[in-house]
């Protein structure tokens, strides 16, 4: 029988990679550009991603993170407590994303002058730097959920046009809402920073979850925490604005991992029924032209 052929071949690929409970890894997220991905590691186990340490937990758990851009494959490094080693080959789908145009914006806020350039630049690193912590608390770990119920009125990737000038894609989920709905906590954290007046995000707030894992909360009209302050999943954190770039009362909702912004939509699931996101436009070769 020709099945019977490939027998001796087959035992001795098994033979040369076992297939062991020990050296499963259990992920939940979306292996896609955007995604994050929870984790759970043997005990004992060391991890690098993409050449790159990552913290685990006493329990194993584990994060890591896709960008718009991320390349079709990922490396997951392991040595098991016994001293085995190996890689898993991590695929990545392609997202697609879509084009938003955003008119009637204070010109100063499209063009700044030389001024708000370097107060824009200024803020800019203060929230990188924030955004580069790595807490040893898997804060992250019962998952997340929406902070906020509303329509969907910009999504994650979107090649941004305002007033009419390409600039960078969106890199968090804006839902509409009224002026002073409340904000929750989408997941256990801590309160990394708070600012009353951005540039670009007026009010705003990033909550930090662990492991490299940050949300970040913008044009808000308050915030209802101070910083340090430890925050419950579903606790009211701030209520919704229009303060710094917006044009109506809505959350700029964003997730990152040391920087690295991912879709809050994959991360939270589908928005509750009866609020709908905008219908996607790819834009040509589903390729965004650069930012000035």
């Known amino acids: 029988m020709p099945g019977l052929r490939c027998l001796p071949a087959l035992l001795f690929l098994l033979a040369a990679f076992p297939v062991s409970a020990e050296t499963d890894f259990h992920f939940e997220g979306a292996f896609r550009q955007g995604g994050l991905v929870t984790g759970k590691a043997p005990l004992g186990a060391t991890l690098r991603f993409e050449g790159k340490s990552l913290r685990l937990s006493r329990e194993g758990d584990f994060v890591i993170a896709f960008g718009r851009n991320a390349k079709p494959e990922a490396a997951l490094a392991y040595r098991l407590a016994d001293g085995s080693e190996g890689v898993r080959r991590l695929a990545i789908a392609k997202g697609h994303f879509s084009v938003e145009k955003i008119d009637g914006l204070a010109p100063d806020k499209v063009s700044p002058n030389a001024a708000n350039l370097a107060r824009i630049r200024k803020e800019g690193a203060e929230l990188a730097k924030i955004r580069r912590g790595d807490r040893d608390e898997a ?15 910009g999504v994650y990737g979107s090649q941004r046009i305002l007033n009419g000038t390409a600039r960078s894609p969106h890199a968090g989920t804006d839902i509409a809402a009224a002026k002073g709905t409340p904000v929750r906590a989408p997941a256990d954290a801590v309160v990394a920073y708070r600012r009353s007046d951005l540039f670009f995000t007026g009010q705003t707030l990033v909550l930090d979850h662990g492991h490299g894992v940050f949300s970040i909360y913008a044009h808000l ?72």
């Open 139 to 153: 804060l992250f770990a019962n998952g997340f959920a929406w902070p906020v119920r509303g329509r969907i009125s």
């Open 221 to 292: 009209d308050r915030i209802d925490v101070a910083e340090g302050a430890r925050v419950a999943k579903g606790a009211p954190i701030a209520a919704i604005g229009a303060s710094g770039r917006a044009t109506a009362p809505h959350l700029h909702w964003g997730i990152s991992w040391f920087g690295v912004s991912v879709d809050p939509e994959l991360v939270a699931g589908h928005m509750p029924k009866g609020h709908r996101k905008p219908k996607p436009k790819a834009p040509k070769g589903n390729e965004a032209p650069k930012a000035p």
